[in-house]
């Protein structure tokens, strides 16, 4: 397999990470219903409603995706959409709806995720978590066995998510006491749960953030080299799980600030200086280590510069910062803020994308990134932390 292969694959692989968007924002909705369903029986009935809609929401989501990329291989759109060469457009076609179905599968499977994370058992979905690259290993080591078409190797991933959701969601159903049958039936309840108080933000920030990130691949593919698209592939996929282990961290503190609001003062504090201290010490390591594993991996065959290295630490220390504000600011209102936030920061980052890619290759839209996030998003969201927290402090009688 060669780096051109190589480059397709993990693009086609990692499309569904543009479309956010199919969670409609419904996780934050569901994590804040959970972690409030212990204080009363209304609250735990609101809980399971909302759940159960979210389910059913979720589930004409992922039919709509799936019929999207369908109608897009009818009419031969994947090529001129993904940037690929011709070697590799016939097989789009076809190739890329299949990759995608696991990963519609597991859209309203997802929640289960959302519920274990309000019911405080974070811990259990980052345990099930593992099952996701195990699974991915698997499936690659199988078709790679089965010698098929090269962008259906992309379908690995999609399949490690697909047993992570569904695993999160039996486990999710079990610990609430839930049967499968009061999330699939309409059941009358005495208030409709509002779900898109917040999942309408929810969705907009599920859609800005990450294809802020993400399109970081679709800007190389179009301005710049087929190398530089291979080497930013190497590395962020080694920057990922960085990222994840301060992301996990982070999502641990939702439900107890989503019971606690803005009494929540000193455990931002703590938070955020845990969080940007874990970032910067993840971020050593990740500069350190990233380019002797990425030509362990590759054989010699790609290198990470030392740019694009450290463009990738300072990106993981500004983005594990900015975590403690983003999971205290999860109120309607502050959602709506954060919509707002990174509605600009997916601006700014595109704009800058394009400027540099052409001139710094893969680690262009890095710092672009950067740039984009700590002034769109990491400042103004500790400004607004810090006056929710001191607003709630003079409405508390003396």
Same mark, same amino acid.
């Given at each position: 397999m060669g780096l051109e292969s190589y480059a397709y694959i993990v693009l086609v692989g990692t499309l569904f990470q543009l479309i956010p968007f199919a969670d409609l924002g419904m996780g934050a909705a569901v994590v804040n219903a959970v972690a409030k369903r212990l204080d009363s029986r209304? $609250?735990?009935?609101?809980?399971? /409603?909302?759940?159960? +809609? !979210?389910?059913? @929401?979720?589930?004409?989501?992922?039919? =709509?995706? &799936?019929?999207?990329?369908?109608?897009?291989?009818?009419?031969?759109?994947?090529?001129?959409?993904?940037?690929?060469?011709?070697?590799?457009?016939?097989?789009?076609?076809?190739?890329?709806?299949?990759?995608?179905?696991?990963?519609?599968?597991?859209?309203?499977?997802?929640?289960?995720?959302?519920?274990?994370?309000?019911?405080?058992?974070?811990?259990?979905?980052?345990?099930?978590?593992?099952?996701?690259?195990?699974?991915?290993?698997?499936?690659?080591?199988? $078709?790679?066995?089965?010698?098929? /078409?090269?962008?259906? +190797? !992309?379908?690995? @991933?999609?399949?490690?998510?697909?047993? =992570?959701? &569904?695993?999160?969601?039996?486990?999710?159903?079990?610990?609430?006491?839930?049967?499968?049958?009061?999330?699939?039936?309409?059941?009358?309840?005495?208030?409709?749960p509002k779900l898109w108080s917040s999942a309408a933000p929810m969705m907009v920030i599920s859609i800005t953030v990450p294809l802020a990130m993400q399109s970081d691949r679709l800007?190389?593919?179009?301005?710049?080299?087929?190398?530089?698209?291979?080497?930013?592939?190497?590395?962020?996929?080694?920057?990922?799980?960085?990222?994840?282990?301060?992301?996990? /961290?982070?999502?641990? +503190?939702?439900?107890?600030?989503?019971?606690?609001?803005?009494?929540?003062?000193?455990?931002?504090?703590?938070?955020?200086?845990?969080?940007?201290g874990g970032g910067a010490v993840l971020a050593l390591a990740f500069v350190l280590l990233v380019d002797p594993i990425a030509r362990l991996i590759t054989k010699d065959k790609l290198a990470v510069g030392v740019d694009l290295a450290i463009g990738m630490g300072s990106l993981l220390v500004v983005m594990a910062t900015h975590q403690a504000s983003a999971v205290l600011l999860t109120s309607p209102a502050n959602l709506t803020f954060q919509a707002i936030c990174s509605t600009i920061m997916l601006i700014l980052n595109l704009f800058l994308s394009v400027l540099l890619s052409p001139y710094m290759g893969a680690s262009g839209v890095v710092w672009a990134s950067v740039f984009a996030v700590a002034i769109a998003q990491l400042v103004p969201c500790i400004i607004k932390a810090r006056l929710f927290m001191q607003n709630d402090r003079q409405l508390v009688p003396a």
């Open positions: 209304e $609250l735990s009935a609101n809980a399971l /409603a909302t759940a159960a +809609l !979210a389910f059913r @929401t979720l589930t004409a989501s992922a039919l =709509v995706i &799936l019929l999207a990329a369908i109608t897009i291989s009818l009419f031969g759109a994947w090529p001129s959409l993904l940037g690929l060469t011709p070697a590799f457009a016939a097989s789009s076609l076809w190739a890329i709806p299949v990759v995608l179905l696991p990963f519609a599968l597991s859209i309203p499977l997802g929640i289960g995720q959302r519920i274990l994370i309000g019911d405080g058992r974070n811990h259990i979905a980052s345990l099930i978590g593992v099952v996701g690259p195990v699974v991915a290993t698997a499936a690659t080591f199988v $078709l790679l066995q089965l010698g098929t /078409a090269p962008l259906l +190797l !992309a379908i690995a @991933t999609p399949l490690g998510i697909f047993a =992570v959701s &569904l695993t999160c969601f039996a486990v999710a159903l079990k610990r609430c006491s839930w049967r499968l049958a009061d999330i699939l039936l309409v059941r009358r309840i005495r208030r409709r800007v190389l593919s179009h301005f710049s080299t087929a190398f530089e698209l291979s080497e930013y592939s190497i590395a962020a996929q080694m920057y990922v799980p960085c990222f994840s282990i301060i992301s996990m /961290a982070a999502v641990a +503190l939702w439900p107890i600030f989503s019971r606690s609001g803005a009494a929540s003062k000193p455990l931002w504090i703590r938070a955020m200086a845990s969080l940007s």
